[in-house]
Nanobody
Framework: VQLQASGGGLVQAGGSLRLSCAAS????????MAWYRQAPGKRRELVAR???????TYADSVKGRFTISRDNAENTVWLQMNSLEPGDTAVYYC??????????????WGQGTQVTVSS
């Protein structure tokens, strides 16, 4: 199973971007889906998480600005990022708990997409 992320880019402060991440297979079960980010010289941190039932969790730094959502039928998760700040500059990674038929749950990471916010 691969998680394919897209949607990063360069944007000015105050702008918006929408990240998307889709699982490469449809014959799977997906539980929690999340977005993490890692800025240069910093640890990877959780940005937002969404459960299969739609419950969401956000990092304090993005509350009110970012929205995570998902489509369970398409095994896709999005991150709508508004009012972007230079401090949001990082590589963003999607993450998901996935189970294939007859298998156990495994945690997968996407390849990362760069988000750069200029001041």
């Amino acid at each position: 199973v691969q998680l394919q992320a897209s949607g990063g880019g360069l944007v000015q402060a105050g702008g918006s971007l929408r990240l998307s991440c889709a699982a490469s297979r449809s014959d799977i079960s997906v539980n929690n889906m999340a977005w993490y980010r890692q800025a240069p010289g910093k640890r990877r941190e959780l940005v937002a998480r969404i459960t299969h039932s739609g419950e969401t969790t956000y990092a304090d730094s993005v509350k009110g600005r970012f929205t995570i959502s998902r489509d369970n039928a398409e095994n896709t998760v999005w991150l709508q990022m508004n009012s972007l700040e230079p401090g949001d500059t990082a590589v963003y990674y999607c993450n998901a708990d996935v189970r294939s038929i007859g298998s156990s749950w495994y945690n997968y990471w996407g390849q990362g997409t760069q988000v750069t916010v200029s001041s």
